[in-house]
């Protein structure tokens, strides 16, 4: 599992290995490939809001336990750091996710709909490339929005003391300080996820945003409700964005391989198609 690091986002200098794969359905890929963009979900929206209470929870009960003495943090900067804890919750957080693991049963059967799935293998150069240009238009970014591709760290109710470091500096800063420790908490957070999922060795590209221009916001039916996103232009970055894809457990893989093949052969050249390897049977 992986370490927290000891200060706000310390693991953006690891680098992604050089495919990062994204389980979901042909549906998506078709649309993927004739659009050369990928959506990024407002993570409000999405199962993995629950992630985010998850250290926001962590961190809130460490700070209860640091400050139980009353003469040891000043009452005025508890309130307003918990206040900032709060208002975390409510960032407007886009999030698009990916996985170092290819071919993964439990991520088929999580993110793949039976039949129909795909494991697509992205460019991490071309997907770096989008989080830092293509999120956001540039006169929004300048002051409104930070997008970052990093990989995801795994925290148990265990893991309190571990941000004991992060919590100090957020309770003395200063107004003048810059980057403050309570605005990095709300960009670091969402990279953060409780350690029952680390098999999922996941990435993300998360980009927090307070846009003014809210026509730059799309909109897609969820399972109950309009899901906002934003789109992440990949074909700009790069021509040939997927490397691989393989084609999920199907009682039709030799004929969808074959297909998507052909598809992948009249588009984007060098990309191979695969089946899965796993035995799983569904049908």
Not at 195 to 215: A, C, G, P, Y
Request: proline share 6%.
């Amino acid at each position: 599992m992986r370490n927290p690091p000891n200060s706000f986002l310390g693991h953006l200098s690891v680098q992604p290995p050089e495919t990062l794969y994204h389980y979901t359905s042909m549906e998506v890929l078709i649309s993927i490939l004739k659009t050369g963009r990928l959506w990024s979900s407002n993570l409000r929206y999405l199962n993995d809001s629950s992630e985010v209470k998850h250290v926001i929870g962590i961190i809130g009960e460490r700070l209860d336990a640091l400050t139980s003495n009353p003469n040891t943090f000043n009452h005025q900067s508890v309130a307003s750091l918990k206040s900032k804890l709060a208002a975390a919750m409510k960032a407007n957080v886009f999030i698009t996710c990916f996985s170092e693991s290819k071919d993964d049963l439990s991520q088929w059967r999580g993110y793949a709909p039976e039949g129909c799935g795909v494991c697509i293998g992205f460019s991490s150069s071309a997907l770096q490339k989008a989080a830092q240009t293509e999120a956001i238009p540039a006169s929004e970014k300048r002051h409104n929005t930070v997008s970052f591709l990093t990989n995801v760290i795994y925290v148990d109710k265990d893991s309190g003391p571990t941000f004991d470091l992060i919590i100090e500096d957020m309770l003395n800063e200063r107004p003048e300080t810059s980057p403050k420790p309570s605005t990095m908490l709300a960009l670091s957070a969402p990279f953060y996820k409780n350690s029952s999922f680390q098999d999922e060795r996941e990435w993300r590209i998360v980009t927090r945003s307070v846009l003014s221009n809210l026509s730059q916001i799309q909109y897609r039916v969820g399972k109950s409700t309009l899901v906002p996103y934003l789109e992440l232009n990949l074909k700009s970055c790069e021509e040939d964005f997927i490397s691989e894809v393989i084609v999920g457990p199907s009682p039709n893989i030799d004929l969808s391989v074959e297909a998507l093949q052909q598809m992948m052969d009249g588009g984007m050249k060098n990309v191979v198609v695969t089946p899965s390897d796993i035995p799983y049977r569904h049908w």
